[in-house]
């Protein structure tokens, strides 16, 4: 007998999202849905692979970033069907009493997906450096963003914009604004600009500052192609926080670190989505917890006055259809 509704939620959810990771018939690979770095998921690897260990034919556990589920290799379908018998839909002490929903999965999903890659090397254009800003700037700008309360609230994130407006309504650059940056911005644009990624990027001219409550997030997004150009800069401060990657049924993870700068382009910026999901602390793939902090970030651009687009991505791209506000940050 299937479990209650409650608990069989997430399985179904994953069945429907990632049909094709799963098997009819019997293969030594396993899919252990409820348990990942994801969502429900939250159990550490090393607990995870001392549960595992028990059992006959175990090889190894691949756990995936961002998904509520892993792989577990066996030395054959006899031994992975053993294991199913033994388990499907049972609770399970040893990882918090989650219900194990138990699949057959299709060994080829590994080789077409990588679920479990903390490597951004193969999403083009995007450029990540630890310590980018010193310790001194960041006070200097966390300072000068405490009172945030007055700022316009996004979703469940405060905002505040510099040099120009944005709509999130439209989309779309508002108007252009008389204060530009504050002076605290020049030092990290010239060191910036020095960089050889730096050298490709226009002179930026919008800077939005997020005050991100701890659990709060942005959905997954590709900015505006045509409210901006190429180049987006992302400064994390005063806490870690986990970005989600995505292109088609590419994930990627990247641990933005406090001090840290992301820069977007080509690729990175015009044909992958980038998200935060709504958690109060990460999982790294070490199995180490990440308790987040009250986030602050900036995100720099320059505004596209007369608003256009050519890329090659047109499934992300604003340039001729009206994107439903939902999906957007
Ligand atoms: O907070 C961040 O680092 C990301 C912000 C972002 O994606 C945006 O403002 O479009
Ligand atoms: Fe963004």
Known sequence: MLPSQDINLPYKTIKKREQ??????????????NVGFGGLGGVPQPIVEAFLE????????????????????????EYATAFKNTLDYKPSPELSNKHLFIEFANPEILQTSNFSTNDVADV????YIDDFITEEEEATILENAQNFSSWE?????????????????????????????????????DRFY?????????????????????????????????????????????????????SGSKMRILHLRRRSL??????ARYGWEHAIRLRKSDLLPSGELLERQVRVSLTLRRIQESPNCNCSFPNLCDRNKIISSQDKA
């Open 20 to 33: 094709n990771i799963f098997s009819q018939e019997p293969t030594p690979l396993i899919c252990l849905t």
């Open 54 to 77: 028990k059992y006959e034919g175990y090889i190894k556990v691949i756990m995936t970033l961002g998904k509520p589920f892993c792989f577990v290799w066996f030395s054959s379908a």
């Open 124 to 127: 083009p254009g995007l450029t």
């Open 153 to 189: 609230v996004v979703k469940n994130r405060f905002v505040k914009h510099y040099g120009w407006t944005y709509d999130y309504k439209k989309f779309h650059a508002g108007l252009q604004l008389e204060q530009g940056f504050p002076s605290y911005i020049n030092p990290i644009l």
């Open 194 to 246: 020095a960089l050889p990624v730096g050298k490709l990027s226009p002179k930026l001219n919008q800077l939005t500052i997020s005050h991100y409550p701890i659990g709060a997030g942005i959905p997954p997004h590709c900015d505006s192609h045509t409210a901006f150009y190429d180049t987006i800069l992302l400064v994390s401060l005063a806490s870690s926080v986990l970005m989600e990657f995505r």
């Open 262 to 267: 992301t820069v977007l382009q080509r690729d």
